[in-house]
């Protein structure tokens, strides 16, 4: 079956310290998506890519960093320049970067500070 | 600047009632509006999307409106059911962007059998 595969579920960071979310999809997708939810508030965009080897900042990029060495996969760093990280990551896909297309969501991360 | 409002932000009501949920934007240059539900802990599915020219879209049990010159949109849920329990969330795509979505905070939605 077809569909975004984000990993690890939870994920917990030590002050100081990098930690890299997984986002795969197997959609043939182009287009990839990082937003992060916080409780009580709209998801916010970190980072895009419209195509393998482009990415493209969001409202939220500081603190954080992306790659897209391959069509399948977008993960994300979250560095220790991001003093708040604790919020739930969320990845998405579609086919273009376009106005009408829908997206498709993986089933987030979790990431908590010890 | 593009600001979407959901009110109210929990809803509580017996199973079997046909129940309303809001939506508000403030700029209504937009292209299109998105309904999502999502599970506790889980991803976003998207429910039903609106184009800026439509007034209502229809999916099974759910009917989205549009009224783009008052910034309101509803998604009507007929006959409600337990299952139907999860928060629901509007995003709009600025006529500016291709790629930006502008969220609502959501709607948690509880059921009661």
């Known amino acids: 079956d077809g569909g975004i595969t984000q990993s690890p579920k939870y994920l917990f960071r030590k002050e100081g310290q990098n930690v890299t979310l997984s986002c795969e999809q197997n959609l043939n997708h182009d287009a990839m998506y990082w937003y992060r939810q916080d409780p009580g508030q709209g998801l916010r965009l970190i980072y895009y890519?419209?195509?393998?080897?482009?990415?493209q900042k969001g409202d939220i990029a500081e603190g954080y960093s992306v790659s897209r060495e391959k069509k399948e996969s977008f993960p994300l760093t979250v560095t220790s320049a991001q003093k708040n990280p604790t919020a739930f990551y969320l990845c998405?896909?579609?086919?273009?970067?376009?106005?009408?297309?829908?997206?498709?969501f993986g089933s987030g991360t979790q990431l908590s500070v010890l | 600047k593009q600001e979407v409002t959901q009110i109210p932000a929990a809803l509580s009501v017996p199973e079997g009632e046909n129940l309303v949920l809001n939506c508000s934007f403030t700029?209504?240059?937009?292209?299109?509006l998105q309904w999502f539900r999502q599970d506790p802990g889980k991803g976003l599915t998207s429910l039903l999307l609106?184009?800026?020219s439509q007034r209502e879209q229809t999916s099974g049990r759910l009917n989205a409106s549009l009224d783009k010159s008052s910034g309101r949109s509803t998604l009507y849920i007929a006959a409600s059911q337990p299952g139907d329990s999860a928060t629901y969330l509007c995003?709009?795509?600025?006529?500016?962007?291709?790629?930006?979505?502008?969220w609502g905070a959501g709607t948690k939605l509880i059921i009661k059998p």
């Open positions: 890519s419209q195509i393998v080897n482009d990415f």
């Open positions: 700029d209504s240059a937009i292209y299109n």
């Open positions: 609106i184009q800026s």
């Open positions: 998405a896909s579609s086919f273009f970067l376009a106005t009408n297309e829908k997206l498709l």
């Open positions: 995003a709009v795509r600025p006529r500016d962007s291709n790629y930006q979505l502008i």
